[in-house]
């Protein structure tokens, strides 16, 4: 068996580091974080929690090959599955939504305050 | 540890998971006898799970070694007060028009298979929490119990319900991805998730700061599970949304597992962090000499808990809804035990123990917030409400009730119905904290924790906070004792659902009868809260313990 | 460096190359007639097309999707599962143990799939 280190890959792939993959996954977290508060379409909203997840799951793979273990891969094997758990349960609170005010936007929710 | 290892601390999590896979089948059966066995199998699962956990092994190799039965039998018991109260919470209207003859049995249409399996699996999340030894179980612990609520709130009423369900569902992704992206942050620091090689590297290597930050976004993502502050905004339109049983349920379960998530996270630096020699014979940060938990994290937790008590008992005094004041005032509870958190294990006796504080007022909470809401659940009004949130049609075609909701619902209560009256007397007054009652039993040892800890300020603004909160519990003491009943709004009746007064009745005698064996639940609480990490003796214990644990 | 890329290019090359030839020649070399309604129509695997695209599904699609998640997800972990299990030593202590798990795992999914069916979800009427 052929570890990544092994594999004949591009030597551009040999100068990426632990922090270019950090880099990407904090702006993933950060990007959906500011999408979820400044958007108010609620499918929008939901994807940008789903970014955030894998924003995650891509910091876990980059670390799991850091620490040269696969602990990091099997928790994002873990996370993939509730983000699907999640994905299932959020569009049909959202599809139940819609049915009931023929609208996605976040605005609907006013109906409450306090 | 392996699984195999692991399997003898988690019987009464599988005694729950075999009981939820019946329940969800036995729900769906056309005929009504088997479908009523669906609670009374939720009730033999909580007995069965809460003696396993008794019977279980004591010690755990764990940072916590003694957590598991307590959180476990307190899971259970408080779970057996809410299974009663959630009686006859979805399906009402459908049941009565199969009983009447005027709809046939429709799997499709119906929700108690699913309401009374997710409160199974959610309670089975907590359970998992105490039990957790890895970030990888605790994340999925922790998601075990949120993601049934979410379909909970849902299904629980007709009409504000959907909203309520999907901001907590958006909220708590939210909060999800904030800790998940922490205890990467923890793995990429450390290079295991496992909790006690963690530990072991922290005590070797000192925090980095990737680890710091992995340690505060999992703070603050768990900070949604209990509403403290930055992630409380959903508390108390959710729980406004949700029928009373089911915000019951999200005042106490999901709390629950927050704290127990949140009390394993901070035992990672633990409560002695402080700067140590290292082998090379260089002085840095580790767990050491200190008496407390790491600045950046004790500060975190500070303002975190200052401010949680604040926003909720300020902004709770200006509510008019019973449902939102209870809301608010969950909200100022996750502050007052956050004091616990930081505060930590200062001593051995229980006095001295921030987390046997919080792990006694977990059970002490639960049982009184039960009794406030039951009293909600048990009285109803017809039409009102329905008419006002625009539901019309579906209010008056079946003659639909809605609970009584606001304050001057609850006048002359304890001439009208006195049991329910007294019942909200009792609780409201023990929620206040008032001695001699549970609530006072639970928050006495937040104070000489803190005090002990050295958070003279922190405790100065419990305090305060104590007594802000006696004006609104205050009004709801008044109101059924002292005041008459409201003319204008109509009588309430009791609900037809004999198993929703009996919870109410079972939590108030609980905050008067277990004052009597506070010794008994404080001597386990603190035998629950000991940790191998506390000041007095940390690098050596824990972190052997951890070398066990990892190198099996 | 660049070098390592040249087949990638190399195929890039090919098929665009012969998706543009074969759409030239035919244009050349085939008859050509004007349109009919029945040349113009939606392709639909020799079927004709029945209603619009943008009708609603019924609500049972949904269902099946949610069932089939169940399933799909299963599979992530019976990979690494896999993968762990060949390297095992036939008939070992070990092996009956990684067996008995992955058995428990899938009668889980059984019990999702018993509800699945006392809900209805795979009645079609």
Redesign the interface.
Known sequence: MTTLAQANLPAVMHQLTLAHYLFVSAAMFVLGLIGFVTRRNLIIMFLCTELMFQAAGIALVAFSRFHLNHTGEAFVIFVITVAAAEAAMGLALVVLLFRRRESLSAEEWAEMKG | MS??EKVQYIWPEIAMFIAT?VV??LG??PSLAIRRLCSPVCGAALVIAGLLAVMGPDTAPAALPHLMPYAKVIVAGVGLLLLLLLAGTVDREEESLIATGRARF???RTNR?EFYAFFLFSLTGVMLCASASD??WL??AL?LTS?PT??MV?VSTRG?S??????Y??LG??G???F??G???L??GT???DLSGIRQHFAEHGINSIAMLGLLLSVLGIGFKIAAVPMHFYT??VY??AAAPVSAFLAFVPKTAGFLAIMLIASLPGWGYGPVAGADGVIRDGLGAGASLPEALRLTLWVMAALTMTVGNV?ALW?NSVK?ILAYSSIAHSGYMLVGIIAGPVGERFIDNGLAAVLFYLLAYGVMNVGTFAVLACLEKSGGAALQ?GARSTGLETGATTEIETVDDLRGLCRTHPAMGWTMVLCSLSLLGFPPLLGFMGKFPLFTAGIAAGEIPLVIVLGINSAIAAFYYLRLVAAPLLEDPSPASPPATPTPFPARPMAALLSAASVLILVGFAGVLMKQSAKAGETVVSPGHTAGRGASDGVAAWNP | MLATYLPVLLILLMTITFATANLVITRLLGPSRAGGSVKSMTYESGMNPVGTARKRFNVRFYLIAVVFLVFDVEIIFLYPWATTFANLEPGSQDSAIWLGRIMFFLATTVVAYLYGWRKGVFKFD
């Open positions: 699984i195999i896979c969800m089948v769906l059966s429709n799997p499709l298979a970030l990888i994340f999925l998601e993601l979410y379909i849902t504000r959907h909203e309520a369900g999907v901001k569902f958006f992704a939210l999800a991805a904030t998940l992206y205890f990467a942050m793995y990429g290079g295991t998730t108390p339109d406004e949304g902004l509510q939102r949130s």
